[in-house]
């Protein structure tokens, strides 16, 4: 073969090798793209809520919280707490929570209390829309007492819960962190309440443990719809 022949076979060979590893360049590329969006989509979502609030020092302390951690929580709160500090209502709606029914006087659903009971979820929309200028269709009902005929009639929807480490009876904290903690798993809906100073450390202790073990905190319709 003749030099000039084998400068140009060593052209064409060099060339086909850059196209190869520009190829090869371009796939890792295109591969860790598609990693990354992989791992942003791959959180664990659980949700956060607090009930029988709001409370006029710690539910404040808790938003602040919060909002410090850029976390959504869902809060069910009663009427008659609507009524008495409906700024404190607004605040939590302004940050970007979810208002739920708690029923107007915390009432347990019971064989002869069903009128009662659905006046009490009537009222409490009212007074959460005067103040938030949106109607709520998501309901906590006390102690977990439900009649689904409600949920048609009403047309609202029942969030329950699947962990309580039983915060309204704890002093302690960690003990409270330790429960969540220790049971928590994807697209679970934590049982809390905004009435305790205990439960505001607590909850924020649980919101920077989850979110190291790559939990994403929701708001409960997140889970319930997307």
Known sequence: MSLKKRIISCLILLAGLGIICLIGYFSQKELEAM????????????????????????????????????????????GKNVEAYPEIVKEIYEDGHLIGNHTYNHTQLTSQNAEKFKEEIIRTNE????????????????????????EKELNMFPVLWNIDPLDWCSSDASCIVRNVCSKVDENDIILMHDQYKTTVTAALKIVDRLKEEGYEFVTVDELMFD
């Open 127 to 150: 007074v959460i829309k005067d103040v938030t200028g949106e109607d709520t269709i998501f309901i906590r009902p006390p102690y977990g007492s439900w009649n689904k005929e409600f």
């Open 35 to 78: 990693g990354n969006n992989v791992k942003s989509s791959d959180s664990k979502k659980i949700a956060l809520t607090f009930d029988d609030g709001p409370h006029p020092y710690y539910t404040r302390q808790l938003l602040k919280g919060l909002r410090e951690r850029e976390v959504k929580a869902t809060f069910f709160i009663t």
